[in-house]
C-alpha cells in the first residue's frame, strides 16, 4: 500500500506565510501526478494545486500568483508554499497522490489525512 504523510499546517496571521509537505511512501513503482486540496467547514474539497512528474503546473485561479507547488521525483515528496494568505485560505489542506504499485497495474488514487490551515488575527 501507499501511504501519504503531510505536515506543515498551523495558524497564522493573515499576510503570512506556511509550507506544507507531503511525502509518499511504500508501494510505489510510479509517481504519476501529485497535489493538494483543501475543505472548508461546509464546503466541497476542491483543487488548489498539482504538479506532474514532468514539473507542469496547476493552480485554483483563487492561490494564483500567492502559493507555489514543487516536487522532488526522487524522494516522491511535494510542497506547497503558501504566501500572502487570506482568511478564506482557512481549511483542511489534503496532499493526492496518483500512484502506479507496480508494473502493468493502473493509476491508483492515495489520500493524506489532512493538515488544517488557520488565517486568523
Known amino acids: 500500500q501507499v501511504q501519504l504523510a503531510e505536515s506543515g499546517g498551523g495558524l497564522v496571521q493573515p499576510g503570512g506565510s506556511l509550507r506544507l509537505s507531503c511525502a509518499a511512501s511504500?508501494?510505489?513503482?510510479?509517481?504519476?501526478?501529485m497535489g493538494w486540496y483543501r475543505q472548508a467547514p461546509g464546503k466541497q474539497r476542491d483543487l488548489v494545486a498539482t504538479?506532474?512528474?514532468?514539473?507542469?503546473?496547476k493552480y485554483a485561479d483563487t492561490v494564483k500568483d500567492r502559493f507555489t507547488i514543487t516536487r522532488n521525483n526522487f524522494k516522491n515528496t511535494i510542497d506547497l508554499q503558501m504566501d500572502g494568505l487570506k482568511p478564506e485560505d482557512t481549511a483542511v489542506y489534503y496532499c493526492?497522490?496518483?500512484?502506479?504499485?507496480?508494473?502493468?497495474?493502473?493509476?491508483?488514487?492515495?489520500w493524506g489525512q489532512g493538515t488544517q490551515v488557520t488565517v486568523s488575527s
Open positions: 493526492k497522490a496518483v500512484i502506479v504499485t507496480a508494473w502493468g497495474s493502473p493509476d491508483s488514487e492515495f
Open positions: 504538479i506532474a512528474p514532468t514539473g507542469r503546473t
Open positions: 511504500g508501494s510505489i513503482y510510479r509517481a504519476n501526478d
